[in-house]
């Protein structure tokens, strides 16, 4: 069921800071971020908290990475003037929503996470039986309802945590969603539609309550949605008073799956850093080249005479990421043949990469050489970002009935 209001057309996103983005994370992630810039009001976070989760031992990376992951995302193409681009430890929100949240989740459904038993079974050097390691898909929940977040741009192996906030956030407004005056204050609401939707917010609330059409519900949605002259709180009400429930504070998210396929790494497995196998965005031109040129190729090709199977070849891979048909079907020929040399093959594939690296790398060296101006949208962003979680937290507090205001 759909509980969100008006704020479904929010989406936030965060990454940990552990290093130096790559090309897996531009062709995975930011490119999905730059694009959902022209039609969301995005947040997109630095999740240093989470990093601690696994990097407690040798936190000091930490922060030099949550300049440089900012730096990346600017270069990249992440604009400050229409995203919110803010650290998590600087909205100490976080903290008092993940404290407050945690009283409300059972141990079973953080336990139940797959990525609470996969990622110990993976870094089996670090000593990750800590409480916080267990309840960080519950401070991913705080950081996705902090900011009511319709959707959330994630890879597979975050859906599990989205459906956690989902759950949480169910529970949250079962708990707390009912007000004292709950049943009058919906309909003071309904009364501010007007005479015309007010007859047919009814008619959808008996269709649906009564006989349980589920169109009914829809229709509602969509009707309280595009009422104009109601606050969002009210149009909470509406929503929580169709449904049968109390008013929803806390929206349901949806995940957003990143469509984009796999980047290969050099080695044709899944780019990515435990892999050893990345191009990093700030790689320097000669480094780029010679990584590309030691990448291993068909191995029954030895030499240039000999004909390759493209399949067999981690360079193909990234010609299905850079290159166009024409392009393809020259080098898919041309290697079944021998007609080309894997040296030729690969040029192709350094100056795609060169080609579209270079204004990210350029814009990366003016942000080095201007700090200041990263740290200007970095305070602007959080700063933002700080007003949402402060209304939010006061929604909240009030909800649970503990403000002393
Ligand atoms: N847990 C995510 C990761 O490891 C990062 C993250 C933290 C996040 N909070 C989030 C992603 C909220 C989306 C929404 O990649
Ligand atoms: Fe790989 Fe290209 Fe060499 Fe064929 S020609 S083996 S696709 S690098």
Redesign the pocket.
């Known amino acids: 069921m759909n509980t969100s209001v008006s704020q479904n057309q929010r989406v936030?996103?965060?990454?940990?800071p552990t290093g130096l983005l790559h090309l897996g994370h531009y062709h995975g992630v930011l490119k999905n971020w730059i694009e959902l810039q022209h039609s969301y009001e995005c947040f997109f976070f630095v999740?240093d908290w989470?990093a601690l989760t696994t990097h407690y031992e040798n936190p000091s990376i930490i922060a030099k990475s949550s300049v440089d992951l900012v730096i990346d995302w600017l270069a990249a193409g992440v604009n400050p003037g229409s995203s919110t681009i803010f650290i998590q430890s600087r909205v100490p929100e976080h903290a008092e929503l993940f404290t407050l949240l945690s009283m409300i989740t059972p141990l079973g459904w953080l336990e139940r996470v797959p990525s609470y038993k996969d990622q110990q079974d993976k870094l089996k050097d670090r000593d990750l039986s800590t409480f916080g390691f267990l309840g960080y898909p519950l401070l991913?929940s705080s950081?996705?309802l902090m900011y009511k977040a319709g959707h959330?741009p994630?890879g597979e192996d975050?859906v599990a945590?989205v459906e956690l906030t989902r759950e949480v956030a169910r529970r949250f407004n079962h708990l707390y969603g009912k007000e004292i005056d709950f049943e009058e204050k919906a309909h003071v609401a309904i009364k501010k539609m007007g005479k015309k939707n007010a007859k047919i917010y009814k008619n959808l609330l008996k269709r649906y309550q009564e006989q349980g059409d589920g169109e009914a519900l829809s229709v509602g949605h969509a009707l309280i949605d595009s009422q104009q002259n109601i606050s969002l709180g009210d149009k909470e009400r509406l929503v929580g008073y169709l449904e049968g429930g109390g008013r929803i504070i806390l929206p349901e998210p949806q995940s957003l799956l990143t469509a984009s396929p796999k980047m290969p790494g050099l080695d044709g497995q899944k780019m990515s850093k435990s892999y050893g196998n990345t191009i990093a965005l700030r790689e320097s031109p000669e480094q780029i080249e010679k990584k590309v040129k030691t990448m291993p190729t068909d191995p029954a090709r030895i030499r240039r005479t000999d004909a390759g199977d493209p399949d067999k070849c981690p360079v193909w891979q990234l010609h299905q990421v850079y290159s166009s048909d024409d392009l393809k079907t020259e080098v898919e020929e041309g290697c079944k043949t021998a007609g080309i040399g894997c040296v030729d093959c690969k040029r192709h594939i350094i100056d795609s990469i060169l080609l579209e690296l270079k204004p990210i790398q350029q814009r990366a060296k003016d942000y080095l050489d201007d700090i200041s101006t990263v740290e200007y949208h970095i305070n602007e962003g959080c700063e933002a970002a700080r007003d949402v979680a402060r209304d939010t937290m006061e929604e909240v507090r009030k909800a649970m009935g503990i403000t002393l205001r």
């Open positions: 936030l996103s965060g990454m940990r999740a989470h991913q950081d996705i959330v994630v975050q945590h």
